[in-house]
């Protein structure tokens, strides 16, 4: 007996699309048979991706979007919606990070990772979020009406690492942000929930995994290795599908053991 999901006919918009994992969700979601709206602020990168979606068969679509800019995420999920129709998935994957000492963070440092992190990510949330209540309630025509957000965390917002204390507050808030959104908008059939990735071979990082620091740390991981982009495949298919009906407000790990 085989088990598929198919996630055609709907609407997925996916922030900090041009790289890393965001391209990477893009990819499968298309595959999975979801329009995709891929959004950054890297148009080109956009463009090689929707190409190579297309070659794949599948439906993807560009929008520049800087979430750090309120005017422009109201922009970019109003053009979408427009362009590809009402937004069912919502990936909230944009992310930046630093690396140094608390004592030595700047306001600029942090202002840097709190405005894309928390600030851009719930703006985009609520964005998308209350274009899907409108439906939800009939104040807003859709053939589908609930919804999917999932919103990419980090195993950094369950566990404090050195080095990167302002990224794992950051990411703290992003959990809490995901358990305030499902409680409040899951009687609406808007599942909220989070994915919080462990180490993940990506090309921003791909060079330090070959440093004798990068390869110390892999020795200080449970099982001797980083995932690769397609290791998060499946719970995000399943996260995004009408299966997850029952999933809400869960915060789920995959970091191959390293919070245990």
């Not at 006919?9 to 994992?21: C, K, N, Q």
Request: hydrophobic share 45%.
């Amino acid at each position: 007996m085989s088990y598929t999901i198919d996630l055609s006919g709907r609407v997925a918009f996916i922030t900090g699309a041009s790289s890393g994992l965001g391209a990477q969700f893009a990819r499968t979601l298309a595959q999975a048979g979801a329009a995709v709206v891929l959004a950054s602020r890297r148009v080109e990168r956009l463009k090689e991706l929707r190409a190579t979606i297309d070659a794949e068969g599948g439906d993807a679509h560009v929008i520049e979007l800087d979430v750090t800019d309120h005017d422009a995420i109201k922009s970019a999920v109003a053009h979408a919606e427009t362009e590809v129709g009402s937004i069912d998935i919502l990936v909230n994957n944009s992310g930046v990070s630093t690396t140094q000492r608390l004592q030595d963070v700047s306001p600029d440092d942090y202002d840097f990772i709190f405005d894309t992190n928390v600030k851009g990510a719930f703006f985009v949330a609520q964005e998308v979020g209350k274009r899907m209540l409108a439906r939800a309630t009939g104040s807003a025509p859709g053939s589908y009406t609930g919804g999917r957000i999932i919103n990419i965390a980090s195993m950094a917002g369950l566990r404090v690492l050195p080095q990167i204390g302002a990224y794992c507050m950051s990411k703290a808030a992003v959990i809490q942000m995901t358990k305030a959104m499902a409680l409040e908008w899951g009687r609406f059939g808007i599942n909220v929930n989070a994915i919080c990735p462990g180490y993940i071979d990506t090309e921003i990082n791909h060079r330090h995994w070959q440093t004798d620091a990068g390869q110390k740390l892999i020795q200080m991981l449970p099982r001797k290795r980083v995932g690769q982009p397609k290791d998060l495949d499946a719970l995000l298919v399943m996260l995004c599908s009408d299966q997850s009906h029952f999933i809400n407000g869960a915060v789920i790990a995959a970091d191959d053991g390293f919070g245990v």
